[in-house]
């Protein structure tokens, strides 16, 4: 692994090269904090940009089912049947999210599909006839309270609906 510049600078960087130790290589310039990872080779690659594409999932599903749970309850949609399941969608995915994936610190990363971090790599750095995947380490705070705002406003308001219910209902 190359860094060029003390860690948490902007210009910090990282190739990870395809030599037998590059998962080791890999989780230490994760963990600490190189802002552009280029990791050489397929396999790991591969790997590497699926796990990311996973925490992407959850969040992304606790976000919009989240909102759709809240925009169908402020329309009056039948409760049992369309809010209920969307807000449960949304708990289920932040849960999963903050479980397998918010304390990873891969979370902090998102893939570069068009390759404009590469500029802050030296050319001299990367092998031109290798394949090469460029991560990029992002802020993620306002996506995560966003994620968990939402999450919980949709975990209260069913909550409080399904009390408000079961203590209406009994006899």
Known sequence: MANEAEPGTTDTFGVIPSDGVERQRLERAIADGVRVIAVEGARLGDE??????IGNSLHKTAVLSGVGCLLTASLRAPFHRVV????????????LYWLAWQRDPLCKYQPDPYGEAQTAIAADRLKPEASYLFIVRRDDTIRKRLHNTITMICFAYC??????EATSSTP
């Open 159 to 164: 909550g409080w609906t399904l009390c408000r």
């Open 84 to 95: 209920l399941p969307l807000g449960a969608c949304s708990v289920t995915s932040a849960a």
């Open 48 to 53: 590497t940009a699926r796990a990311i594409q």
